[in-house]
């Protein structure tokens, strides 16, 4: 540690990138770049979350928007998944026991239509083959024999009956309500009018003989019923026995075929009783195929449709196992759904209305979603996790939009899922999931951290040059010379804010190479240079610095209030960043202290109003830790001070300020005026140690140019911490002015280098009995301070003594803030 400020060299300002460590002219000259840089750590991570079998190590993404996250993912997946084997194939059939709980088959790959496919030209055959098998001759020979077998029994036993009847004097009578027994008198049958106008005596005797006929025509129209029946199951055992040796020739093809596999196997038996039973279905066909009959109004419609193979994952084209990125994790999207048609007016389904989701499409392979948008929709992430929790995927009908007509419900066969899942979001929605739901922690138990930047190595420099190429012939842009390439190496350490890091946030990178080729065009330029990459950063900065401007041009019309010459007690520049969507830009900020005797301590006006954040407010309390424990080691202190930042509307965050804001209670304190040609930026400790902040660059940039809009007189500067050095990428006019002498940039390591350079008075050392020398802005200070503790201790003893009773004696109470 040294005892003065350092003022810092042009060359340690920035980082220039020297084009002549690159061995090519052009990027035509350099490989295309086939590995992922600056993302060791991540793709460590993905390559052992994707290689380890066990269960719940699926793989959470994470770092911020356009650190190459989803770029990485996709080229590890897709180089990954060539080399893996395809996945199975899986079909939907009808459950001929319960329709509502369709059967899923599963079938290797590009089998499922084939098996599809031939059970379409299946249903074909025998829509032909069964009428035709129920033409034949020999079908109706053997059929007509069981008719004329049961007609011969029926009249055998009715002539029987009809001789009995009528040697009793009665007759067979058909009526509306069947035959009836009826009395003949002269051989007419009489009405039931004229049977009631006969003598009372004739109608004895036929009721003698009535009553025992009409239970002898019971008995054989009972016997006839049977008789029916019997021929009846005889026309259905005929119609089974030609129907199974119809489909049988059909179906032993299919399961020879299909053989190796147990589900189709089983399927096809049903396939088969289920044909035979309903062969009705069949016998009916007179058109050809091309024209159909017309629906029915049935559950489903056709009754073929019962014999379809629905297959909701088909990979007889893929290659590898399967990569799905999901854009739009909707329920339905990640589930499957469940489609519905109107029919006569109501909404029926069946098991061809089964649509696969991508967890479906993935199964066997990968599966990636945004994290973000995943959680953005109901029931999404918790479809996502039963899925991996259960390893199987169950397809639903969650539809909040399904009006109360829909009847039919299904609840297909959940199909058993084995995939990796990848998520992809920022450090926010990794950090909530992980708090708040105790299954993320099960099932995504690798964290693949992208990072911000990486090290500047000539390595990682030359994979830039290789990236630049890659993406100029990706993009057919014009190629870039080793300076453009050195060009954007620098802006790479310049968003990082680092001059031995560079970014990996490429999205930044490859703006700037699109657009530097379009200045290079627009030049005439058969090559990027340099000054095309300078020419597109300098339009990037141009087009979002309409703020920073206003506010600028408010300094220099004295709207707001800042000084870049003369001295003001108790006044300092302190400096703030902005941040505006993808812009951010440092300004100045007029910073004020007064102190007066009192107890309230240091009171800060912007924390008074609500106006700041909890680490500024920190930075205030720490510094009444700095002034107790340096100036109130003989007599407490005896303090109050205010605080502000001038002319602020807006909330205030971070501690970067706090050094600014002692040194104006210092100059209020000693009375000794401060350089206003300076800026002051960073934080203190209690023990004044002055410790690195963020955006010093920016920071250095917007006092410089408030500076220069108004003429640089060669003493203006900016103070910053010695640690934030390195993070020093400035624009190339603020180290030129700095070459030139026209600006200057110290750097700090404790408060008391700050306070001797903006004061030009030294800031002194104490001996040791805690005194400073004379002169020194620390004497000052400490002297004024006790100057304020014996004139409060001396108007309390006033007071006191006024206050007390006759001949008492009073004691003066300390007072500490």
């Known amino acids: 540690m040294t005892d003065k400020a350092r003022e810092l060299t042009p060359d340690e300002l920035t980082f220039v990138c020297d084009p002549d460590q690159f061995q090519f002219e052009t990027t035509n000259d350099l490989p295309d770049l086939h590995k ?141 309500m069947g035959l009836v027994v009826a009395p003949v008198v002269d051989g007419q049958v009489l009405s039931a009018e004229q049977y009631a106008q006969l003598p009372d005596e004739v ?37 089974r026995e030609v129907a199974n040796f119809v489909v049988g020739d059909y179906i032993d093809e299919l399961k020879e075929k299909y053989a190796a596999f ?23 066909e007179t058109e050809t195929e091309e024209s159909p009959p017309p629906p029915s109004p049935d559950r489903s419609g056709d009754p073929f449709t019962q014999y379809q193979v629905n297959v909701i994952v088909d990979h007889s084209r893929s290659e590898g196992a399967p990569v799905i990125y999901e854009t739009n994790p909707t329920y339905r999207n990640l589930a499957g759904r469940i489609e519905h048609e109107a029919r006569f007016g109501v909404l029926t389904t069946d098991f061809t209305h089964i649509r696969a989701g991508c967890l479906h499409r993935a199964n066997g392979g990968y599966l990636v979603v945004n994290a973000r948008d995943l959680l953005s929709y109901p029931f999404a992430w918790d479809a996502l996790k039963r899925a991996i929790k259960n390893q199987e995927i169950r397809t639903e ?28 979001g920022d450090a926010a929605t990794y950090y ?35 990236f630049i190429a890659s993406r100029v012939r ?68 141009y087009r979002a610095s309409y703020l920073e401007e206003r506010i600028r041009e408010r ?53 008074e109003v609500n106006l700041t954040g909890n680490i500024h407010n920190k930075g205030v309390l720490i510094l009444q830790g700095y002034l107790g424990g340096k100036y109130a080691g003989k007599k407490p202190l005896s303090l109050s001070a205010s605080l502000t930042f001038e002319q602020n509307y807006e909330r205030i965050e971070g501690d970067s ?63 910053i911490p010695a640690a934030n050095v390195r993070h020093l990428v400035l624009r190339d006019d603020v180290v030129q002015a700095v070459r030139e002498g026209k600006f200057h940039i110290y750097a700090i390591e404790t408060v008391d280098q700050g306070i001797e350079l903006l004061t030009g008075v030294p800031a002194g050392e104490a001996d040791a009995e805690g005194n400073y020398p004379e002169g020194t802005v620390n004497y000052l200070v400490q002297q004024k301070l006790l100057e304020m503790a014996e004139e409060k201790t001396s108007k309390e003893e006033d007071n006191h003594g006024e206050n007390d009773p006759p001949d008492s004696r009073g004691e003066q109470a300390e007072s500490v803030f």
């Not at 003989?209 to 002898?216: E, P």
């Not at 040194?663 to 209020?668: A, T």
């Open 36 to 176: 992922i840089i600056g993302q060791d750590r991540a793709v460590r991570a993905i390559d052992f979350g994707v290689e380890i079998p066990s269960y719940g190590f699926n793989i959470y993404a994470m770092g911020p928007a356009g650190t190459g996250k989803s770029t990485t993912v996709r080229r590890f997946l897709d180089r990954k998944a060539s080399q893996e084997p395809i996945p199975d194939d899986w079909c939907y059939v009808n459950n001929f026991v319960d329709p509502k709980r369709p059967r899923a088959i599963r079938l290797p790959p590009g089998h499922g239509n084939r098996l599809r496919s031939d059970m379409v030209e299946f249903i074909r055959d025998l829509r032909r083959a069964i009428p035709t098998a129920f033409d034949s001759d020999d079908y109706r020979r053997r059929a007509e024999a069981i008719v004329r077998e049961m007609e011969g029994a029926r009249n055998e036993v009715l002539k029987k009956l009809d001789a009995e009847v009528s040697r009793r004097g009665f007759a067979l009578a058909q009526t509306a």
């Open 203 to 239: 109608r004895e005797r036929f009721e003698v003989h009535r009553q025992d006929l009409q239970h002898k025509l019971d008995h054989a129209m009972r016997e006839v019923r049977g008789m029916e029946k019997k021929a009846k199951e005889k026309i259905r055992a005929l119609n």
């Open 262 to 284: 147990d589900e189709v196997i089983e399927y096809l038996q049903e396939v088969q009783n289920h044909v035979v039973e309903n062969v009705a279905d069949f016998r009916q």
């Open 397 to 424: 009908m969650m539809d909040e939009a399904m009006p109360a007509t829909a009847t039919v419900a299904l609840e297909p066969e959940p199909i058993p899922f084995k995939a990796k899942v990848i998520l992809i």
């Open 432 to 466: 909530m999931l992980h708090n708040l739901d105790e299954d993320f922690r099960k099932f995504f138990k690798v964290r693949a951290d992208f990072g911000y930047m990486m090290d500047r190595s000539p390595e990682a420099m030359q994979n830039y040059a290789e």
């Open 474 to 541: 990706a993009d057919e842009l014009l190629p870039f010379d080793r300076t453009a390439v050195a060009r954007v190496i620098e802006f790479g350490a310049r968003v990082v804010e680092d001059k031995e890091k560079l970014v990996t946030r490429f999205a930044d990178v490859v703006e700037v190479i699109q657009e530097a080729s379009y200045w290079a065009g627009q030049n005439g330029n058969q090559v990027v240079t340099a000054a095309d990459v300078g020419r597109a950063i300098e339009e990037r900065r």
């Open 555 to 607: 300094i220099l019309e004295g709207t707001i209030r800042i000084q870049t010459a003369g001295k003001a007690v108790g006044q300092v520049n302190g400096l703030s960043v902005l941040s505006m969507a993808d812009y951010e830009f440092g300004t100045p900020s007029r910073i004020s202290a007064r102190t007066y005797m009192g107890k309230g301590g240091v009171v800060a006006i912007d924390r």
């Open 657 to 719: 300020a706090s050094s600014a804001e002692l040194y104006v209670l210092l100059s209020s304190l000693s009375g000794l005026p401060i350089r206003q040609d300076l800026a002051v930026t960073g934080s203190v400790d209690q023990q004044g140690r002055v410790q690195a902040i963020g955006g010093a660059t920016p920071k250095i940039e917007g006092f410089f140019d408030v500076c220069r809009a108004r003429g640089l007189t060669g003493t203006q500067g900016v103070i």
